[in-house]
């Protein structure tokens, strides 16, 4: 079972911008689609973001969309959120996961099998 560590969350002023990485053990870091959730006090865990394997596909939460960008560099089995224009309802813990599945198409949390201990991020209004 991979594992996983989150780094780069903080505190940020709306409008804001923070990048958040998430460092990968293991092997066959390529095989696997990537994703990110974030959970906020008294809410369940949502989906934010997926990437391929391969990072050539990649889908958004409508919520994120246009605002947060998701990438990956294999060579350093290390996946990256970028996240923009940040606002108060952003506000969560984030984790990453690691998919059974090398599509991107699947975006339940069941879908994934190793996550993270999670990184807060704070954003001020």
């Known amino acids: 079972q991979v594992q996983l560590v989150e780094s780069g969350g903080g505190l940020v002023q709306a409008g804001g911008s923070l990048r958040l990485s998430c460092a990968a053990s293991?092997?066959?870091?390529?095989?696997?689609?990537m994703g990110w959730f974030r959970q906020a006090p008294g809410k369940e865990r949502e989906f934010v973001a997926v990437i391929s394997g391969s990072g050539s596909t990649s889908y958004y939460a409508d919520s994120s969309k246009g605002r947060f960008t998701i990438s990956r560099d294999n060579a350093k089995n290390t996946v990256y959120l970028q996240m923009n224009s940040m606002k108060p309802e952003d506000t969560a813990v984030y984790y990453c996961?690691?998919?059974?599945?090398?599509?991107?198409?699947?975006?339940?949390?069941?879908?994934?099998?190793?996550w993270g201990q999670g990184t807060q991020v704070t954003v001020s209004s």
């Open positions: 293991g092997r066959g870091f390529s095989n696997y689609a």
């Open positions: 996961a690691a998919s059974i599945y090398s599509s991107p198409y699947y975006r339940r949390s069941r879908d994934f099998a190793s």
